[in-house]
């Protein structure tokens, strides 16, 4: 290495000096949680370019979260002085994106595509089903787009899914009419832009040529959970098949933890680990083995709970810190006891200095278990963020303006045209829709198209609905962003249908959120106006010549710009870059930046990240272990996997809590303590609460004992006076409330509501209230203000 390099590798440890620095050639990282994968994948990109071995345009990097490529970004414009854009680092979908915008005539898309998210796809799903009168009892929208999505990730178009029943048969032909009416409306959904993609390289020879000859590097994280067709399309841009061999030119370096492999569900395959292994013939393979995040007793707790998995590839994890703090082990009444000893920890943790907010993370098994522990944050004012929960782009009102917005680009988008035709309302009824659509599809197209031939009022008010857009449309042609969302949130409408909601204020907000969102997409993405026609090379220097006359000559220098047609230059409009940052992001963190908050998150969407105190709440049988997965012996080791990702989360201090009652999905729920707990090291655990010998001595007690339901805990031996350390948290005398159902309430935060349902007794007790303005809420009776309005 260069001189100019050694300060990158300063520090790192032999296994990792020899990773980063790993002469070209296919290489697998596998290595344990917190032993440095990422930062070796980053550090190696760094050594790349840094010692002339490879441009910025020679790298392609997939990371597993957009927050995943932002932050290697970030860090690697702090340790080198270069463009960064040049880079493909990001998802899989991100890359996908990029390929697609600049090959879209190949991939027979419009060059302003738009993304489904999740949720549009399910609402095309539905739309599909009313249109061919599908019988949504036989045929659920949500499975269906589950098939769907199942398909695509096995690489499956319909002509290939074989079809065994008539099950089969009926969904297989939903698919390709699904598949057309994407087609027709020029929209992707987040399975189609990987196969998409992936059918491009493989059925354009010079694309593909041209892409791995020019990816010299390419670095893949978390490659445990990649699947089958992700996979694929890494060996597409690797090499071509010769003679039954892969014949590659570039490098291949993948990093993984077999243990952390928790997206079986949806498709990862682990067993890519072993087939790169085979099938790109690599020869080194490392194993990294110190772990520098945690100290050992948390360590330690993860090594013993994973080595009750079977299937394992074997590596081992140790840390020379010391011991640190024990787990510490809670077991409360109830959800809401649960939630409100984690408050209280937190808050002391906070206090004393130990950990800032942001530093400390909330983790469950599932989305359902945040409501109380928000509630509970809530209620005393603690700043927190969720990932994963509704986000800002899924909100309804920056849905309802994206379609809009979606229109402007794309007239033929009927996902945006429903979502949006008679919203706010514009005298437009179910019965016009549904012949409109019925008109749509005997001439084969758009809704837009579709209302010419509408007649009598109700074809006045499409026509109407669609001038207003088409005029908009003309209107802001050449504008930048923030005047085109101006302009569309006036003309449609929607500024002023929130203005009279009575409770539509944070709803306004939002909408203005929208056009700073746009605005520092456009400062970031380079899409600013001088920025916008600035092609540049492989190397990040701007490209003189006309981006056109560069085609797809592999000797050429290359376009790094992401969103720019490969063929003509013609770039994307900042409109149509931000709807698709939109989509792609939509997953993403979008809380206020800089904001000191907890951190709340399902186990999976912690993956990669670690923070210096962890919570795992919900540590109960059928829920985590989910009841789902276990069922099969796969099952449970994945859930066991989950368990040790959640638990190599943490740096500092581990918090483990479970709940013998618990309100989930509208039922309470008696559950047992997690047979976790019986797998991890009692000399690394510290128990707040006694710990009982075993749940199956108190199990048949609980579910019989009916009087437990009203309060009497007697029986199991849980009396909370006989909590020692620390003590129980103090608890109000339950309130009389004296609430019903349907009764008008007012809360000071949230404003007047109505009870919609009542549960529980005594400081268990809450309630179900909707506020017009904060949607529907759980509150916790003991806690929350509530007053009765007359
Ligand atoms: P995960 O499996 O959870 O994704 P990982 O293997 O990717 O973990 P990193 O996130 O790269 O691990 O590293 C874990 C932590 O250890 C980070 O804070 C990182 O900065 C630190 N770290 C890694 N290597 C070293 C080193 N040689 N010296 C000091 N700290 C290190
Ligand atoms: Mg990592």
Same mark, same amino acid.
Request: with cysteine; hydrophobic share 40%; charged share 25%.
């Given at each position: 290495?260069?001189?100019?390099?050694?300060?990158?590798?300063?520090?790192?440890?032999?296994?990792?000096?020899?990773?980063?620095?790993?002469?070209?050639?296919?290489?697998?990282?596998?290595?344990?949680?917190?032993?440095?994968?990422?930062?070796?994948?980053?550090?190696?990109?760094?050594?790349?370019?840094?010692?002339?071995?490879?441009?910025?345009?020679?790298?392609?990097?997939?990371?597993?979260?957009?927050?995943?490529?932002?932050?290697?970004?970030?860090?690697?414009?702090?340790?080198?002085?270069?463009?960064?854009?040049?880079?493909?680092?990001?998802?899989?979908?991100?890359?996908?994106?990029?390929?697609?915008?600049?090959?879209?005539?190949?991939?027979?898309?419009?060059?302003?595509?738009?993304?489904?998210?999740?949720?549009?796809?399910?609402?095309?799903?539905?739309?599909?089903?009313?249109?061919?009168?599908?019988?949504?009892?036989?045929?659920?929208?949500?499975?269906?787009?589950?098939?769907?999505?199942?398909?695509?990730?096995?690489?499956?178009?319909?002509?290939?899914?074989?079809?065994?029943?008539?099950?089969?048969?009926?969904?297989?032909?939903?698919?390709?009419?699904?598949?057309?009416?994407?087609?027709?409306?020029?929209?992707?959904?987040?399975?189609?832009?990987?196969?998409?993609?992936?059918?491009?390289?493989?059925?354009?020879?010079?694309?593909?040529?041209?892409?791995?000859?020019?990816?010299?590097?390419?670095?893949?994280?978390?490659?445990?959970?990649?699947?089958?067709?992700?996979?694929?399309?890494?060996?597409?841009?690797?090499?071509?098949?010769?003679?039954?061999?892969?014949?590659?030119?570039?490098?291949?370096?993948?990093?993984?933890?077999?243990?952390?492999?928790?997206?079986?569900?949806?498709?990862?395959?682990?067993?890519?680990?072993?087939?790169?292994?085979?099938?790109?013939?690599?020869?080194?393979?490392?194993?990294?083995?110190?772990?520098?995040?945690?100290?050992?007793?948390?360590?330690?707790?993860?090594?013993?709970?994973?080595?009750?998995?079977?299937?394992?590839?074997?590596?081992?994890?140790?840390?020379?810190?010391?011991?640190?703090?024990?787990?510490?082990?809670?077991?409360?009444?109830?959800?809401?006891?649960?939630?409100?000893?984690?408050?209280?920890?937190?808050?002391?943790?906070?206090?004393?200095?130990?950990?800032?907010?942001?530093?400390?993370?909330?983790?469950?098994?599932?989305?359902?278990?945040?409501?109380?522990?928000?509630?509970?944050?809530?209620?005393?004012?603690?700043?927190?963020?969720?990932?994963?929960?509704?986000?800002?782009?899924?909100?309804?009102?920056?849905?309802?303006?994206?379609?809009?917005?979606?229109?402007?680009?794309?007239?033929?988008?009927?996902?945006?045209?429903?979502?949006?035709?008679?919203?706010?309302?514009?005298?437009?009824?179910?019965?016009?829709?549904?012949?409109?659509?019925?008109?749509?599809?005997?001439?084969?197209?758009?809704?837009?198209?579709?209302?010419?031939?509408?007649?009598?009022?109700?074809?006045?008010?499409?026509?109407?609905?669609?001038?207003?857009?088409?005029?908009?449309?003309?209107?802001?042609?050449?504008?930048?962003?923030?005047?085109?969302?101006?302009?569309?949130?006036?003309?449609?409408?929607?500024?002023?249908?929130?203005?009279?909601?009575?409770?539509?204020?944070?709803?306004?907000?939002?909408?203005?959120?929208?056009?700073?969102?746009?605005?520092?997409?456009?400062?970031?993405?380079?899409?600013?106006?001088?920025?916008?026609?600035?092609?540049?090379?492989?190397?990040?220097? @701007?490209?003189? +010549?006309?981006? #056109? &006359?560069?085609?797809? =000559?592999?000797? %050429?220098?290359?376009?790094? /710009?992401?969103?720019?047609?490969?063929?003509?230059?013609?770039?994307?409009?900042?409109?149509?870059?931000?709807?698709?940052?939109?989509?792609?992001?939509?997953?993403?963190?979008?809380?206020?930046?800089?904001?000191?908050?907890?951190?709340?998150?399902?186990?999976?969407?912690?993956?990669?990240?670690?923070?210096?105190?962890?919570?795992?709440?919900?540590?109960?049988?059928?829920?985590?272990?989910?009841?789902?997965?276990?069922?099969?012996?796969?099952?449970?080791?994945?859930?066991?996997?989950?368990?040790?990702?959640?638990?190599?989360?943490?740096?500092?201090?581990?918090?483990?809590?479970?709940?013998?009652?618990?309100?989930?999905?509208?039922?309470?729920?008696?559950?047992?303590?997690?047979?976790?707990?019986?797998?991890?090291?009692?000399?690394?655990?510290?128990?707040?609460? @006694?710990?009982? +010998?075993?749940? #199956? &001595?108190?199990?048949? =007690?609980?579910? %019989?004992?009916?009087?437990? /339901?009203?309060?009497?805990?007697?029986?199991?031996?849980?009396?909370?006076?006989?909590?020692?350390?620390?003590?129980?948290?103090?608890?109000?005398?339950?309130?009389?409330?004296?609430?019903?159902?349907?009764?008008?309430?007012?809360?000071?935060?949230?404003?007047?509501?109505?009870?919609?349902?009542?549960?529980?007794?005594?400081?268990?007790?809450?309630?179900?209230?909707?506020?017009?303005?904060?949607?529907?809420?759980?509150?916790?009776?003991?806690?929350?203000?509530?007053?009765?309005?007359?």
């Amino acid at each position: 290495p260069s001189g100019q390099a050694a300060p990158l590798l300063h520090g790192l440890n032999p296994e990792q000096l020899a990773a980063v620095t790993l002469p070209a050639g296919h290489a697998l990282i596998l290595a344990g949680a917190g032993s440095g994968k990422t930062r070796v994948l980053t550090t190696r990109i760094a050594w790349l370019l840094s010692t002339g071995q490879a441009a910025p345009g020679g790298i392609l990097a997939v990371t597993f979260t957009n927050k995943a490529a932002k932050e290697m970004l970030t860090r690697l414009s702090a340790m080198l002085p270069i463009n960064v854009r040049g880079m493909w680092i990001g998802t899989f979908h991100g890359l996908c994106n990029r390929l697609l915008r600049a090959h879209h005539k190949l991939a027979g898309l419009p060059q302003t595509f738009q993304i489904l998210d999740t949720q549009d796809q399910l609402s095309a799903v539905k739309r599909l089903c009313k249109q061919f009168n599908v019988d949504e009892e036989r045929f659920k929208p949500k499975e269906l787009a589950y098939f769907f999505a199942g398909c695509k990730e096995e690489g499956l178009r319909p002509r290939d899914v074989p079809v065994r029943d008539e099950d089969t048969r009926n969904k297989v032909e939903l698919y390709q009419l699904y598949e057309e009416q994407c087609q027709r409306e020029g929209v992707v959904d987040f399975g189609e832009l990987m196969l998409r993609s992936y059918e491009l390289l493989r059925d354009n020879d010079p694309v593909r040529v041209h892409y791995q000859r020019r990816f010299a590097h390419m670095l893949v994280d978390e490659f445990q959970d990649t699947n089958k067709l992700q996979y694929a399309w890494l060996k597409l841009l690797a090499g071509d098949m010769v003679d039954g061999r892969l014949q590659t030119r570039g490098s291949v370096i993948a990093v993984g933890d077999d243990d952390q492999s928790i997206y079986a569900f949806r498709g990862a395959r682990v067993g890519n680990m072993q087939d790169f292994v085979r099938e790109f013939g690599v020869e080194r393979q490392i194993k990294l083995e110190q772990n520098y995040r945690s100290y050992s007793n948390i360590l330690d707790s993860a090594n013993a709970l994973i080595a009750h998995n079977s299937k394992r590839l074997g590596k081992n994890l140790r840390t020379s810190q010391g011991p640190g703090e024990p787990v510490r082990v809670y077991e409360a009444n109830s959800d809401l006891a649960e939630a409100q000893w984690m408050v209280d920890e937190i808050r002391q943790l906070v206090q004393g200095g130990t950990a800032t907010r942001s530093e400390i993370a909330v983790l469950y098994r599932s989305n359902a278990q945040s409501r109380v522990i928000e509630s509970a944050l809530f209620n005393v004012a603690v700043p927190y963020r969720v990932y994963g929960g509704l986000r800002f782009f899924e909100r309804a009102e920056i849905k309802h303006a994206l379609a809009y917005l979606r229109l402007l680009e794309n007239p033929h988008d009927d996902t945006s045209f429903m979502r949006v035709v008679n919203f706010p309302a514009r005298g437009i009824g179910a019965r016009s829709l549904e012949s409109l659509q019925d008109v749509a599809r005997q001439i084969g197209c758009s809704l837009h198209d579709a209302v010419s031939s509408i007649s009598g009022k109700a074809g006045a008010n499409l026509g109407a609905f669609v001038a207003m857009i088409d005029v908009l449309r003309e209107q802001t042609q050449g504008q930048n962003l923030r005047a085109i969302i101006g302009q569309m949130l006036q003309a449609s409408g929607l500024i002023e249908h929130y203005r009279n909601e009575k409770e539509g204020a944070d709803r306004l907000e939002n909408l203005d959120e929208l056009i700073s969102a746009a605005e520092s997409f456009v400062t970031q993405e380079g899409f600013g106006k001088d920025a916008v026609a600035l092609p540049i090379d492989e190397t990040g220097a @701007p490209l003189t +010549q006309s981006p #056109a &006359s560069q085609g797809l =000559d592999p000797n %050429a220098p290359l376009l790094n /710009q992401p969103l720019v047609d490969a063929d003509t230059g013609e770039t994307l409009s900042p409109l149509a870059a931000f709807l698709t940052h939109a989509a792609l992001e939509a997953g993403d963190n979008q809380a206020q930046a800089g904001q000191d908050a907890v951190q709340l998150m399902t186990v999976h969407a912690s993956k990669g990240l670690e923070f210096d105190c962890v919570f795992i709440g919900g540590l109960e049988e059928e829920l985590f272990p989910h009841q789902n997965a276990m069922s099969d012996q796969g099952g449970l080791e994945e859930e066991r996997r989950l368990m040790y990702v959640a638990i190599t989360r943490a740096r500092a201090r581990l918090y483990l809590s479970h709940a013998q009652t618990r309100l989930l999905h509208g039922q309470t729920r008696y559950n047992l303590r997690s047979r976790f707990f019986d797998e991890l090291p009692e000399e690394c655990l510290k128990w707040l609460t @006694p710990r009982q +010998q075993g749940f #199956a &001595s108190y199990a048949p =007690d609980m579910r %019989a004992v009916g009087a437990y /339901q009203s309060g009497a805990r007697g029986q199991s031996g849980f009396k909370s006076e006989a909590f020692t350390s620390p003590p129980v948290p103090p608890r109000k005398e339950a309130p009389a409330h004296g609430l019903r159902v349907g009764l008008a309430v007012f809360h000071t935060k949230f404003g007047e509501g109505k009870v919609l349902a009542l549960e529980g007794a005594g400081d268990d007790a809450r309630a179900q209230v909707n506020f017009p303005r904060h949607g529907t809420k759980w509150l916790a009776l003991a806690v929350a203000k509530l007053t009765i309005v007359e």
